[in-house]
């Protein structure tokens, strides 16, 4: 689905990280672990197309994104990529349905379904019938849920979530890896950018970033197994 392939990054005469290879297939939920600072966000702002590597490829359906242009770039935010942002991204002054609805553009014509999607989203993520709140009276945590809710409306093949249970208590965060668990069992390619031992320990495999060192996927861990962190030095 997506092949990140000899990705490196830096910044003037820094190196982030480099030659970093790894595959997200379809149906597999990975971890992309390391201390702050280790550039994780940097990574997947590369593959969700918002930062450019400073060498390699990131192939997507047989293209190399990084050569992607506008059009291209777009085309891939809006009908492929789900992005769940460390700050949440959400529109602040409009009302929890307004920001949902925006997941929901492509089906207009049929609003009562959207409606009940919207719905059924906030239901599981324990915000059932918030519809009408403004986002910036929702605390930190609520506004997780939100943008998880919104991406969940949208189904996209491919989720990028950063730290997504970092403003959440441990009852929010079971909930939001299920629900990413979930999406990858009904063959989203999802990765995760974490500092959290319980989230790692939900995802099939884990890598890390390391300056000037190579990474390795783990392979997909057993059935029942917990994820082993794979880095080659
Ligand atoms: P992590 O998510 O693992 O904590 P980040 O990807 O946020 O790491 O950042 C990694 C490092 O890259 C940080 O030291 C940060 O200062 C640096 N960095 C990120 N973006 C830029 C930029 N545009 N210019 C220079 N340095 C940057
Ligand atoms: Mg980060």
Request: charged share 25%; with cysteine.
């Amino acid at each position: 689905m997506i092949d990140i392939v000899k990705l490196s990054k830096g910044f003037g005469t820094r190196t982030l990280w480099s030659d970093v290879t790894v595959t997200v297939n379809p149906g597999e939920l990975l971890a992309l672990v390391g201390p702050s600072g280790s550039g994780k966000s940097t990574l997947l702002n590369c593959i969700g197309l918002l930062d450019r590597p400073s060498a390699g490829q990131i192939l997507h359906a047989g293209k190399d994104m990084t050569q992607f242009g506008r059009r291209e770039i777009r085309h891939f935010r809006r009908d492929v990529l789900g992005y769940l942002f460390q700050n949440y991204a959400l529109i602040e002054n409009a009302t929890v349905a307004a920001n949902l609805e925006v997941a929901t553009k492509p089906q207009r014509s049929a609003r009562g379904k959207a409606g009940m999607a919207i719905a059924e989203a906030l239901e599981r993520v324990g915000l059932a019938g918030r519809e009408k709140e403004m986002i910036h009276h929702l605390s930190g945590g609520e506004q997780q849920r939100v943008a998880l809710a919104r991406i969940m409306v949208k189904k996209p093949a491919v989720v990028l979530a950063d730290e997504p249970t970092g403003a959440l208590d441990h009852a929010n965060a079971t909930t939001v890896i299920d629900i990413l668990r979930e999406m990858s069992d009904a063959g989203c390619a999802v990765v995760i950018a974490t500092h959290d031992d319980r989230v790692r320990d939900r995802c099939d495999a884990a890598f890390a970033v390391h300056e000037n060192a190579l990474v390795t996927q783990a392979p997909t861990k057993p059935e029942g197994a917990p994820a082993e962190q794979v880095s080659a030095s």
